[in-house]
């Protein structure tokens, strides 16, 4: 008897550890299927990243297309501008050579009219000087007239000739008049052309330096138009190095590209084949709990059928009493809530599930600090109710709301399904609970399935940490 008995007990001792070493393994697949679907998360974000960085540099490629040809027509203006600069440079340059011969010209015509201006006052002195005569020569035929009447006849001819001389004198000082006052009237003339030629000089002094100027604006202009185009050679030879450069990184990022696809579809084999060991951990782990090998779990799972005893009875008591329609109970319209991220949903059971089930999964929660959470989900995974602490009011930080607003949720996966295709009195199951969305942690569930009306509503789950 006493070898029988230890040897029962030593039964029971290798029967509990193998079901804790199978719950540890199938949580320890449970964290590295997490883990590689993390990194396919990683590699799949990373793929989306190289597919946005692979459209920049299409984008920059096209936009250097662009600046080429912005150059190329940029350069083609810029020849035209020296082209149409040195034209009207030689044309500047020989109007201004013609304008200062013009210039020059028309100096020397004010020096020639000057010496003209000149030349005609000695013309007005010598006038002068003959009408002085002629009046000399008047004065001489008037005493040789009154000498030649007192000579009498013997004078007489002597008075013919002094009667011409007299009349050639009226004429000399009529004729040196007439000069004077022609040479009065050119001389007013040519000191008008010289006043108007000297106006004429001056105007264009420093005329020479302006055209000066303006040649040597044109110098500078065609010389910033240079720098122009040697700039613009410069920006479509930086052009074709960078489109070079971006060639060879968007050939290197599509090595990555190809290298991550790779990489994907063998993470996605190693999590195909990781779910299908956890499966297969789960299955091994239901087993043993089912024997009764477990001792660890079969306190929650003695606990989780008897609550789901419980709601069943004070559901069917509702039900009898009209408190709740079955078809509110089975209702599946899931109707989205505006804003919610994560998304959650409402339907005609979500009232009722708060006011009558919500205290239920309190209550199993706060029985013990091993249980993590209580809840029942209907067969397709939707939450229509949770726990005081995870059905809080949303903030709209993706963090505390995937945490804390979990009431209304749809979350159908993995275990879920299997547990969901199970007709046993309960299923066992480890997995990796998502927690905020960024930290999770691994729980063992107890999934009762809960009937109404025979017909499968869906499960009572109370999620724990052994």
Same mark, same amino acid.
């Given at each position: 008897?006493?070898?029988?008995?230890?040897?029962?007990?030593?039964?029971?001792?290798?029967?509990?550890?193998?079901?804790?070493?199978?719950?540890?393994?199938?949580?320890?697949?449970?964290?590295?299927?997490?883990?590689?679907?993390?990194?396919?998360?990683?590699?799949?974000?990373?793929?989306?990243?190289?597919?946005?960085?692979?459209?920049?540099?299409?984008?920059?490629?096209?936009?250097?297309?662009?600046?080429?040809?912005?150059?190329?027509?940029?350069?083609?203006?810029?020849?035209?501008?020296?082209?149409?600069?040195?034209?009207?440079?030689?044309?500047?340059?020989?109007?201004?050579?013609?304008?200062?011969?013009?210039?020059?010209?028309?100096?020397?015509?004010?020096?020639?009219?000057?010496?003209?201006?000149?030349?005609?006052?000695?013309?007005?002195?010598?006038?002068?000087?003959?009408?002085?005569?002629?009046?000399?020569?008047?004065?001489?035929?008037?005493?040789?007239?009154?000498?030649?009447?007192?000579?009498?006849?013997?004078?007489?001819?002597?008075?013919?000739?002094?009667?011409?001389?007299?009349?050639?004198?009226?004429?000399?000082?009529?004729?040196? =008049?007439? $000069?004077?006052?022609?040479?009065? @009237? &050119? %001389? /007013?003339?040519?000191?008008?052309?010289?006043? #108007?030629?000297? +106006?004429?000089?001056?105007?264009?002094?420093?005329?020479?330096?302006?055209? =000066?100027? $303006?040649?040597?604006?044109?110098? @500078? &202009? %065609? /010389?910033?138009?240079?720098?122009?185009?040697? #700039?613009?050679? +410069?920006?479509?030879?930086?052009?074709?190095?960078?489109?070079?450069?971006?060639?060879?990184?968007?050939?290197?990022?599509?090595? &990555? %590209? /190809?290298?991550?696809?790779?990489?994907?579809?063998?993470?996605?084999?190693?999590?195909?084949?990781?779910?299908?060991?956890?499966?297969?951990?789960?299955?091994?782990?239901?087993?043993?709990?089912?024997?009764?090998?477990?001792?660890?779990?079969?306190?929650?799972?003695?606990?989780?059928?008897?609550?789901?005893?419980?709601?069943?009875?004070?559901?069917?008591?509702?039900?009898?009493?009209?408190?709740?329609?079955?078809?509110?109970?089975?209702?599946?319209?899931?109707?989205?809530?505006?804003?919610?991220?994560?998304?959650?949903?409402?339907?005609?059971?979500?009232?009722?599930?708060?006011?009558?089930?919500?205290?239920?999964?309190?209550?199993?929660?706060?029985?013990?600090?091993?249980?993590?959470?209580?809840?029942?989900?209907?067969?397709?995974?939707?939450?229509?109710?949770?726990?005081?602490?995870?059905?809080?009011?949303?903030?709209?930080?993706?963090?505390?709301?995937?945490?804390?607003?979990?009431?209304?949720?749809?979350?159908?996966?993995?275990?879920?399904?299997?547990?969901?295709?199970?007709?046993?009195?309960?299923?066992?199951?480890?997995?990796?609970?998502?927690?905020?969305?960024?930290?999770?942690?691994?729980?063992?569930?107890?999934?009762?399935?809960?009937?109404?009306?025979?017909?499968?509503?869906?499960?009572?789950?109370?999620?724990?940490?052994?």
């Amino acid at each position: 008897m006493i070898q029988q008995k230890i040897e029962t007990n030593a039964q029971d001792i290798w029967s509990e550890k193998l079901a804790q070493q199978c719950g540890e393994v199938t949580m320890s697949c449970s964290e590295v299927s997490g883990v590689v679907l993390d990194v396919i998360e990683s590699s799949d974000l990373v793929k989306e990243k190289q597919a946005e960085l692979l459209k920049v540099f299409v984008e920059l490629d096209e936009s250097q297309i662009e600046v080429l040809n912005a150059c190329a027509k940029a350069k083609q203006q810029t020849s035209d501008a020296k082209s149409h600069l040195e034209n009207s440079k030689d044309e500047i340059e020989n109007s201004a050579h013609q304008f200062l011969d013009l210039v020059t010209l028309i100096r020397q015509m004010g020096e020639r009219i000057t010496s003209f201006s000149t030349s005609i006052n000695d013309v007005r002195k010598v006038a002068a000087l003959i009408e002085q005569i002629a009046k000399t020569t008047n004065m001489l035929a008037l005493n040789a007239s009154i000498e030649a009447e007192k000579a009498g006849d013997a004078g007489a001819t002597f008075a013919v000739v002094a009667a011409e001389v007299k009349t050639l004198s009226q004429n000399t000082r009529s004729a040196t =008049n007439e $000069i004077a006052q022609n040479m009065a @009237n &050119v %001389a /007013n003339e040519a000191d008008y052309i010289i006043s #108007q030629i000297n +106006n004429g000089i001056k105007k264009t002094n420093g005329m020479d330096q302006r055209l =000066n100027a $303006i040649s040597t604006t044109l110098n @500078n &202009v %065609a /010389n910033m138009v240079s720098k122009v185009d040697q #700039q613009n050679d +410069n920006i479509v030879n930086q052009s074709n190095e960078l489109r070079l450069l971006m060639e060879q990184s968007k050939s290197g990022l599509q090595i &990555v %590209a /190809n290298r991550v696809d790779e990489n994907n579809k063998l993470l996605v084999s190693a999590h195909d084949r990781t779910d299908a060991t956890e499966l297969m951990a789960n299955n091994m782990f239901d087993i043993i709990v089912k024997s009764g090998a477990s001792k660890i779990d079969t306190p929650f799972v003695e606990l989780a059928c008897q609550k789901a005893k419980e709601i069943k009875e004070l559901t069917d008591r509702l039900i009898a009493e009209n408190k709740i329609q079955i078809s509110d109970l089975f209702d599946r319209n899931y109707i989205p809530v505006p804003g919610s991220n994560p998304e959650r949903f409402t339907n005609n059971f979500t009232m009722f599930a708060d006011r009558y089930w919500r205290p239920f999964m309190d209550e199993v929660k706060a029985s013990g600090p091993n249980i993590f959470s209580a809840v029942l989900t209907d067969v397709n995974g939707y939450l229509p109710t949770h726990c005081s602490e995870y059905s809080r009011t949303p903030t709209g930080d993706i963090t505390h709301d995937t945490k804390y607003c979990r009431n209304g949720r749809k979350i159908l996966e993995g275990c879920d399904i299997s547990a969901k295709q199970s007709t046993d009195l309960y299923t066992m199951a480890v997995y990796r609970h998502e927690g905020n969305g960024t930290k999770y942690q691994t729980v063992r569930n107890v999934y009762v399935p809960l009937y109404f009306d025979g017909k499968r509503w869906g499960d009572f789950e109370i999620a724990y940490s052994a």
